[in-house]
């Protein structure tokens, strides 16, 4: 059985590369809505929708929408619950619990949510 030094330096260890995780993907997803609020604006700009100040206006109203959608949903992760937090140290030899499979089940979701906005956009792009 591993000292208390050793589970403490894994937890150490969890907590670092859920933070490092967690600031690559903000990062990546920012980047990827300002991508395609800037094509969205730029088709829009192409059909005569809008002028270029007001698709660059846009843009940053949607990039503001979406830092303050982010600070909001860490905010609200970060705010104490009333029992503490629970951490699971696992063995080398244990299996993962439920709560990383339903980890997985969130992505998989939002990556199908994604595809179905993109293909409702499609669609919408088509019928105009």
Same mark, same amino acid.
């Given at each position: 059985?591993?000292?208390?030094?050793?589970?403490?330096?894994? /937890?150490?260890?969890?907590?670092?590369?859920?933070?490092?995780?967690?600031?690559?993907?903000?990062?990546?997803?920012?980047?990827?809505? +300002?991508?395609?609020?800037?094509?969205?604006?730029?088709?829009?700009? /192409?059909?005569?929708?809008?002028?270029?100040?007001?698709?660059?206006?846009?843009?940053?109203?949607?990039?503001?929408?979406?830092?303050?959608?982010?600070?909001? /949903?860490?905010?609200?992760?970060?705010?104490?619950?009333?029992?503490? +937090? +629970?951490?699971?140290?696992?063995?080398?030899?244990?299996?993962?619990?439920?709560?990383? /499979?339903?980890?997985?089940?969130?992505?998989?979701?939002?990556?199908?949510?994604?595809?179905?906005?993109?293909?409702?956009?499609?669609?919408?792009?088509?019928?105009?």
């Amino acid at each position: 059985m591993p000292g208390f030094g050793d589970i403490v330096q894994r /937890a150490f260890y969890l907590g670092v590369g859920l933070a490092s995780y967690a600031g690559e993907k903000a990062g990546g997803k920012l980047a990827q809505v +300002r991508s395609q609020v800037q094509k969205l604006a730029d088709e829009m700009v /192409a059909k005569g929708e809008m002028n270029t100040e007001e698709a660059r206006r846009f843009v940053e109203d949607m990039m503001k929408q979406a830092q303050q959608t982010q600070a909001s /949903a860490e905010t609200s992760q970060k705010t104490p619950s009333s029992e503490p +937090r +629970r951490i699971e140290i696992l063995e080398d030899d244990e299996e993962p619990t439920v709560k990383e /499979a339903s980890t997985d089940e969130n992505v998989d979701k939002l990556r199908q949510e994604v595809l179905d906005l993109q293909d409702e956009l499609k669609r919408l792009q088509r019928d105009q």
